[in-house]
């Protein structure tokens, strides 16, 4: 059973950077597709930014310029890396995978919907203050 466990949120002021971490487990292929999410309070989760195993990456037009996200496959992690952060950016983040994935070419997937992955962490808190 796949299983993910995120790492790294926390407090920060505006301005700082945080790098939210997620293993995965359970897995022993190489072939897989990660997304970070996050859901602010009377929000809808919304999908930041995709990686798939051969390192292609896709992100929200909102984040671009502000998100990086990598992986490492031979320790099945992956990172959110945020900089300049925003209290905007208060929200709960959480990291998907699945094991079955799309191009971020095709027209009909992007690694940024829920509905593109079947595994979910729990989740952690991201806090920004002013």
């Known amino acids: 059973q796949v299983q993910l466990v995120e790492s790294g949120g926390g407090s920060v002021q505006t301005g700082g950077s945080l790098r939210l971490s997620c293993q995965i487990s359970g897995y022993t292929g190489r072939s897989y597709c990660m997304g970070w999410f996050r859901q602010a309070p009377g929000k809808e989760r919304e999908g930041l930014a995709a990686?798939?195993?051969?390192?292609?990456?896709n992100y929200a037009d909102s984040v671009k310029g502000r998100f990086t996200i990598s992986q490492d496959n031979s320790k099945k992690m992956v990172w959110l890396q945020i900089n300049s952060l925003q209290p905007d950016d208060t929200a709960t983040y959480y990291c998907?995978?699945?094991?079955?994935?799309?191009?971020?070419?095709?027209?009909?997937?992007?690694?940024?919907?829920?509905?593109?992955?079947?595994?979910w962490g729990t989740g952690l808190q991201v806090t920004v203050s002013s």
């Open positions: 998907a995978a699945d094991l079955i994935c799309g191009g971020y070419g095709d027209a009909f997937y992007s690694g940024l919907k829920r509905s593109d992955y079947t595994y």
């Open positions: 990686i798939d195993s051969n390192d292609s990456t």
